[in-house]
């Protein structure tokens, strides 16, 4: 999905940038001061609480870190990466805002004006979450290994329901999920009667459930 996003933006840039006026621009940087390439920056209107879906509103470093915003409407925003979004492989930090704070309350507001160029800006961020495994065992009551539960997973801090993907415990109940160092997961685990690989998914009965707390 993240990918998908960036590959529509820089499309959506390359074909607008010389009918454009500049609104923002600067170069993001890495916590050692090196650039940052291909990560996603968001202007959010101070008066709103989540991402504006604008694409005038959201721009992608190069491979220097530099980046853009076109066209921005006149108003007050303010500057982050991952708004409203949980770190991903793409960009493992939690959400930040410009110039150097992760509460919004204290966040620089910029004001976009026809008339008023804004100076280029540097965007320093923290260092990057440390991506880390997630190990446990999927067992019954009686202390029996469970083989082929779907394991699914929450980010305690963003997501509001849980996430079910392809990852299955092993032939001793085993599973390994990905997950970033300071960060809070739920963990839960579904059994059904079958497994399907393909369409139609046909999962037969549910056989069991359980999560942590």
Do not use: C
Request: glycine share 6%; aromatic share 12%; charged share 25%.
């Amino acid at each position: 999905m993240k990918l998908l996003k960036l590959s529509i933006l820089f499309l959506v840039l390359l074909s607008v940038q010389s009918f454009s006026q500049t609104s923002l621009r600067g170069q993001l940087l890495k916590s050692s001061g090196k650039s940052l390439p291909y990560t996603e920056l968001e202007l959010v209107p101070i008066d709103s609480n989540k991402l504006v879906v604008d694409a005038r509103l959201v721009a992608v470093s190069n491979i220097s870190g530099k980046f853009t915003f076109f066209n921005v409407p006149n108003g007050k925003y303010t500057l982050s990466v991952n708004f409203d979004d949980k770190p991903t492989d793409l960009s493992p930090f939690t959400t930040f805002f410009y110039p150097n704070t992760e509460k919004r309350a204290e966040a620089k507001v910029f004001e976009i004006q026809d008339e008023k160029p804004i100076k280029p800006i540097i965007f320093q961020l923290p260092p990057a979450l440390k991506e880390i495994k997630l190990t446990g065992k999927v067992v019954l009551p009686n202390g029996e290994a469970v083989e082929g539960a779907y394991i699914f997973t929450r980010d305690v801090y963003f997501d509001k329901h849980f996430s079910i993907g392809r990852i299955l415990s092993g032939r001793t109940g085993e599973f390994s999920i990905r997950a970033f160092e300071g960060r809070k997961y739920q963990i839960g685990a579904i059994l059904y009667e079958k497994q399907p690989k393909s369409p139609p998914f046909d999962f037969g009965k549910l056989l069991a459930a359980t999560e942590t707390d």
